[in-house]
């Protein structure tokens, strides 16, 4: 690096480092000067503590002072410049001292000095030239250490804006994904309970299993960078692990049945309370048993168990599926690994899944491991994960999907997606709701004003009017309807930005009808 000296010359900062010389007299200080010049060295003679001062505001390699300054200002100027020294810097000082001063003294100035050494005096030439030089070396390690620490430094900021720009990029491409799949589900849910022939319904029940495939793959990606960038929060309350895993199974069940295997279930009755995020845990396990299922031949065996072992519950989920190869049992957890050799039945997937799985179970302070015997042998992954001492009982949640919603509702959805916006419009209509659509902020405003609905379904990333200035319109004409966002932006900031938007809910695209129904029964419990 590159630096100014006093005179406005430019210094190698390895290089060309000055020693600054401020001895007993300026005769002394030029002999010494000289001395170090003849050998190579550049050296600045300090007639007093002020031009010491100001040759200490350039780049300095070392200090050779006099016992004789120290006392009279030159310590004071020293202890200042040392107190602003950045953390790589360590300037040597040299005192140089007579022969017979108080070494009791001289220690104390040394030790008050810090990076300081002792020359005594009349020197040799030998002495100080190898004092110089050592001094130099040492000073000249340290700019090595600067310079270290800056390219690690520009290498991390360009690591972190790299990474920013990947967390954007995946959270725009989770957004676009989103967008499509959103009619699709809808038009799969408005059509799936009225099919009658076994043909359709079949069919409908292929393209569902199909779209919650494609649905788990996009909140996967999206995950897998909220987890690098450490912005997963889990929401921690009292639970079951049973719990937890029926959730599981539900999951999974509909993967399991298509490949036709025959999932055992080994669980106590005694209840196993740990403190988790029921979500993110059933996200866990369902992974598993969906790798279970996707690797495994039609009508293969997938085992489940749970038991306690001390203070900690351990779930297995094996299979007889294609196993994992040696080479890979180290490897698998890491992100974008996948097998080679994959079957043909198997679905591929993004190697993410894995990846989320150790994370979220580290960050419920448990651990996971693999074992298989090679291809062809199946595997069995273990997780441990630590339970409640002296937990309370904990209230079961319901297990059936309540998809019903309250008589005489009035929901408007505003989407410029016309399939979108048209499909949810389907939907809620089979679910009893009066339902209306508009396509754009301005069509919005006016439904709003002329039906008065008790809800608003609203799309944010709309051209023109977007769905914040539309809500915060709304909002301001009527503030009793109450907004809900209906997006496939779905990351934890983007549900910040809602909720402070005045939105009262978010939902993310495509939407679960089971949470959709929830929110609109929310809305209508806090009407009445």
């Not at 495939?213 to 995950?223: I, N, P």
């Not at 779905?490 to 938007?501: C, E, F, G, N, V």
Request: charged letters at 25%; a negative charge.
């Amino acid at each position: 690096m590159i630096v100014q000296a006093g005179d406005g010359t430019a210094l190698d900062d390895t290089r060309g480092l000055h020693i600054l010389l401020l001895l007993p007299t300026q005769r002394d200080s030029q002999l010494a000067a000289q001395v170090l010049r003849d050998e190579g060295m550049a050296a600045i003679e300090c007639d007093d503590v002020d031009a010491l001062r100001d040759a200490l505001r350039a780049p300095a390699g070392a200090v050779f002072v006099a016992e004789e300054w120290i006392a009279h200002g030159a310590r004071a100027v020293l202890a200042e410049i040392l107190a602003q020294q950045p953390a790589w810097s360590d300037l040597p000082i040299v005192v140089v001292a007579g022969s017979n001063s108080d070494s009791v003294h001289l220690a104390r100035i040394l030790d008050h000095l810090g990076n300081a050494s002792l020359l005594e005096r009349p020197a040799r030439v030998a002495a100080l030239t190898s004092a110089a030089r050592t001094a130099l070396r040492a000073r000249q390690r340290q700019y090595q250490i600067r310079a270290q620490l800056e390219d690690l430094e520009q290498a991390g900021a360009e690591r972190d804006a790299a990474a920013k720009r990947k967390d954007e990029f995946i959270a725009m491409l989770g957004h676009e994904l989103r967008n499509p799949l959103a009619p699709i589900r809808n038009a799969i849910e408005v059509l799936l309970p009225t099919a009658e022939r076994p043909r359709d319904r079949a069919m409908l029940a292929m393209m569902r299993r199909q779209v919650d495939h494609m649905v788990r793959l996009v909140e996967d990606l999206v995950d897998v960078a909220r987890l690098t960038r450490g912005t997963v929060e889990l929401r921690l309350q009292q639970t079951t692990l049973q719990e937890v895993l029926h959730s599981a199974i539900a999951l999974s069940r509909p993967l399991v049945e298509s490949g036709g295997h025959a999932l055992e279930i080994e669980m106590p009755d005694d209840a196993m309370p740990a403190m988790a995020d029921s979500t993110r845990l059933a996200q866990v396990f369902s992974n598993l048993l969906n790798n279970a299922s996707k690797y495994s031949p039609p009508n293969g065996a997938i085992r489940l168990s749970l038991r306690r072992e001390g203070d900690a519950a351990v779930v297995r989920v094996a299979d007889r599926g294609i196993g994992i190869e040696a080479s890979m049992l180290s490897r698998i957890f890491d992100l974008f690994t996948r097998g080679r050799n994959l079957p043909q039945h198997a679905q591929g997937g993004l190697g993410i899944g894995l990846t989320l799985v150790r994370s979220l179970v580290r960050m419920h302070h448990g651990d996971i491991e693999v074992h298989s015997d090679g291809l062809g042998e199946g595997s069995e992954f273990v997780v441990r994960l630590p339970l409640l001492r002296n937990a309370g009982a904990v209230r079961k949640r319901a297990s059936v999907a309540d998809l019903t919603v309250p008589g005489g509702m009035r929901v408007l959805v505003v989407d410029d997606n016309v399939d979108a916006a048209e499909t949810m419009s389907m939907l809620l209509a089979a679910l009893g709701v009066e339902c209306s659509v508009a396509f754009h902020g301005a069509q919005a405003l006016q439904c709003v004003d002329d039906a008065r609905p008790d809800a608003v379904l609203l799309d944010l990333g709309m051209p023109g009017m977007d769905g914040y200035e539309v809500a915060r319109r709304i909002g301001a004409r009527h503030p009793e309807v109450k907004l809900v966002a209906l997006t496939g932006w779905s990351q934890a900031d983007d549900i910040k930005r809602t909720r402070a938007a005045g939105f009262c809910d978010h939902l993310s695209k495509p939407v679960d009808p089971v949470a959709l129904t929830a929110v609109l029964r929310r809305i209508h419990a806090k009407a009445t």
